[in-house]
Structure formats: C-alpha cells, structure tokens
C-alpha cells in the first residue's frame, strides 16, 4: 500500500486543498488517469467507454480534519482552532506540520503531571503549539493550516494506521477500482473537497454535471473493545454497503445479491435519513448515490486503523460489478 502511504502525507486541511494539488495529480497518474481540477478544488478524471449509454462517479474525499493558527505567541507558541471534527483532549503531545510557506514542525505540548491541576490538561488554553521558534509573528501568519503528523505504521493481519485514512484510503481504493475498470460504462473518479467542514465539495463539483450514479466511498467505525457493535464493524471482515432514506436501495440490494452469490465478506448498514458523507450532496444534485464504506477504527484521530483486505476487496467489488445491468 506504498501509495496508500503517499496519500496520507498529501495536506490538504478543508479549505486548503489546493496545498496538495502536485501530490493528488501524481496519485492519480500512478494509476493512469490523467486528473483535472475545478475552480472548487475537486481533483477528478474520467475514464471513458466507448458507445457506453451510462457514466457513473466515484467520490471520494480529499479533505482533512486539521488545525488553523489563531494567534501567535511569544517564544514560538501558536494558539489554534481545529477544522473539522476533533476532539481536542485527543491532540496533547500530538505532532504537527504548520503549513506556512516553509513548512515547520510543531509540537502540541502538555503540562507535565508533576505541575498539572486537576482538569488542567482539558483548558483550551493551555494546548499550544510549540515550534521552537524565536520569530514565529514573522514566518506564521494568522489562519494558517496546520496538519496532524503520524507515521504510517504496519500493524499485524493486513491492518494500516496513520492519520487521513478518512478519506484517502477511500480515494486509494477508487482509483485502484478505476485501474481494473473494463466495463462499457463510462467513469469518473473524483476526489472532492470540503467534505469535513460541511459536504460543499461534491455539490459544488456537480452544479454543472450529472451522472447516472454516483458511488460514495468513505470509512465507518470499526468495531474495538467498547463499542456498540451495532453501529460499529469489525475490521478486515469485509467492507460495508448502507440502505438509507436518501440513496438507491434497489442498487444496494443488487449489490448485495452479488455480494451473496459471491461469497464476498460484508456487512450492512443503515442510514434512516442524512448519513453525513457526500452521498447528500449528491442527491441534492438529483444524482442516484449508493455508499460502500471502509470500516476504521479510532476515527478523527492521528491513528485511524483499517484492512488492507477490505480495501482490495471493495476495488475488485466495483471493477467486477454488473454496473450497466444495474443502471437499466
């Protein structure tokens, strides 16, 4: 999963995507598309068929939940707000890259035990990004992004962590879908932005497009220890497929006849109204979605941890799918 790896180091914190423009094109030129972007960020190609009747989007988003600075400090401290979902206790002693024109290595420092009183350590005030630096009013300006850092690690049983799996590893697996596609059904794989803080992205990208359907691909909660295992799925036991209010569960169904019939591993589950993913924005532009998730553990963390083996599996899934059959 060497571009998987890649992937996970692009920044691109919502709103900021364009940082990560070089690193997204040659992500999908390694699997032989040739990508183009929008005035909005999105990263898309298209993979045509000739004299197919049907075109069919894969999404997948290139956003990250991330960090901006909001003030900066004597002594090279910065305080910072966070951009998407994150829960803050989660960020002590964090690493981080300030996304400044030369980029600077930071760390988010905690009060040591020895000094801390009681609730201490959960102050906003008291997480600050540390850079070392005598001058930062000079080289960090207000408002700029900041990345969580994490080395992608190998754990055992085919299982990755770093931080951004949610959704690179969404993006990885369409584009290795896209590889294999043979089918005389026309493709467009898109990486869409601004996912994290608010959906826009995919909306945005569609206001002047249309599809006959669009696949959204994005993580769900991996089932450990703690967890509702209701609304959590185990990792490395196949991917998910959703029924929902808002997406096309006559193609759900068929997919997961094929599923069956296939013996291919995976799980179901339901989303009664907004699912919270690009598959709202999608219908809104009156374009038919389905959802197929990747199951992660620790999400919107610096440790996001999936399966390899679910993300081949779900690739093959959408390379080998009767698509056309389905669209009739």
Same mark, same amino acid.
Request: hydrophobic fraction near 40%; aromatic fraction near 8%.
């Given at each position: 999963?060497?571009?998987?790896?890649?992937?996970?180091?692009?920044?691109?914190?919502?709103?900021?995507?364009?940082?990560?423009?070089?690193?997204?094109?040659?992500?999908?030129?390694?699997? +032989?598309?040739?990508?183009?972007?929008?005035?909005?960020?999105?990263?898309?190609?298209?993979?045509?068929?000739?004299?197919?009747?049907?075109?069919?989007?894969?999404?997948?988003?290139?956003?990250?939940?991330?960090?901006?600075?909001?003030?900066?400090?004597?002594?090279?401290?910065?305080?910072?707000?966070?951009? +998407?979902?994150?829960?803050?206790?989660?960020?002590?002693?964090?690493?981080?890259?300030?996304?400044?024109?030369?980029?600077?290595?930071? #760390?988010?420092?905690?009060?040591?035990?020895?000094?801390?009183?009681?609730?201490?350590?959960?102050?906003?005030?008291?997480?600050?990004?540390?850079?070392?630096?005598?001058?930062?009013?000079?080289?960090?300006?207000?408002?700029?992004?900041?990345?969580?850092?994490? !080395?992608?690690?190998?754990?055992?049983?085919?299982?990755?962590?770093?931080?951004?799996?949610?959704?690179?590893?969404?993006?990885?697996?369409?584009?290795?879908?896209?590889?294999?596609?043979?089918?005389?059904?026309?493709?467009?794989?898109?990486?869409?932005?601004?996912?994290?803080?608010?959906?826009?992205?995919?909306?945005?990208?569609?206001?002047?497009?249309?599809?006959?359907?669009?696949?959204?691909?994005?993580?769900?909660? +991996?089932?450990?220890?703690?967890?509702?295992?209701?609304?959590?799925?185990?990792?490395?036991?196949?991917?998910?497929?959703?029924?929902?209010? $808002?997406?096309?569960?006559?193609?759900?169904?068929?997919?997961?006849?094929?599923?069956?019939?296939?013996?291919?591993?995976?799980?179901?589950?339901?989303? !009664?109204?907004? !699912?919270?993913?690009?598959?709202?924005?999608?219908?809104?532009?009156?374009?038919?979605? #389905?959802?197929?998730? $990747?199951?992660?553990?620790?999400?919107?963390?610096?440790?996001?941890?999936?399966?390899?083996?679910?993300?081949?599996?779900?690739?093959?899934?959408?390379? +080998?799918?009767?698509?056309?059959?389905?669209?009739?």
């Amino acid at each position: 999963m060497k571009q998987l790896e890649k992937a996970t180091q692009i920044p691109a914190v919502s709103g900021f995507e364009t940082m990560g423009k070089d690193g997204f094109f040659k992500l999908f030129e390694k699997f +032989g598309l040739t990508p183009e972007i929008d005035s909005h960020g999105n990263i898309f190609a298209e993979k045509k068929a000739p004299l197919s009747q049907f075109h069919i989007l894969i999404d997948a988003h290139i956003d990250e939940i991330g960090l901006i600075v909001t003030e900066v400090l004597d002594g090279g401290f910065l305080r910072f707000d966070t951009v +998407g979902g994150i829960d803050k206790t989660n960020l002590l002693c964090q690493e981080v890259t300030v996304l400044s024109e030369d980029p600077i290595y930071g #760390v988010i420092g905690a009060v040591p035990p020895h000094l801390a009183k009681k609730g201490d350590e959960k102050k906003d005030e008291v997480l600050l990004i540390d850079t070392g630096l005598k001058n930062a009013k000079d080289k960090i300006p207000v408002g700029t992004p900041v990345k969580l850092k994490s !080395p992608f690690l190998k754990l055992k049983n085919d299982q990755l962590s770093a931080a951004v799996m949610d959704d690179r590893a969404g993006l990885v697996t369409g584009l290795m879908a896209a590889k294999k596609w043979k089918q005389n059904v026309s493709l467009t794989v898109v990486g869409s932005t601004r996912e994290e803080t608010g959906l826009q992205g995919l909306s945005l990208f569609l206001k002047d497009r249309t599809f006959d359907l669009a696949i959204i691909l994005d993580v769900t909660h +991996g089932y450990f220890e703690g967890l509702n295992p209701c609304r959590s799925y185990p990792v490395g036991e196949g991917f998910t497929l959703c029924y929902g209010g $808002i997406l096309d569960n006559r193609i759900t169904r068929m997919m997961e006849t094929a599923l069956e019939k296939e013996n291919i591993p995976h799980h179901t589950e339901l989303e !009664p109204s907004h !699912p919270g993913t690009n598959a709202y924005g999608a219908v809104l532009r009156r374009v038919p979605a #389905v959802m197929l998730s $990747i199951p992660l553990k620790y999400m919107h963390t610096t440790r996001e941890t999936l399966s390899e083996a679910d993300m081949r599996s779900l690739a093959d899934f959408l390379a +080998g799918f009767d698509w056309e059959k389905a669209l009739r």
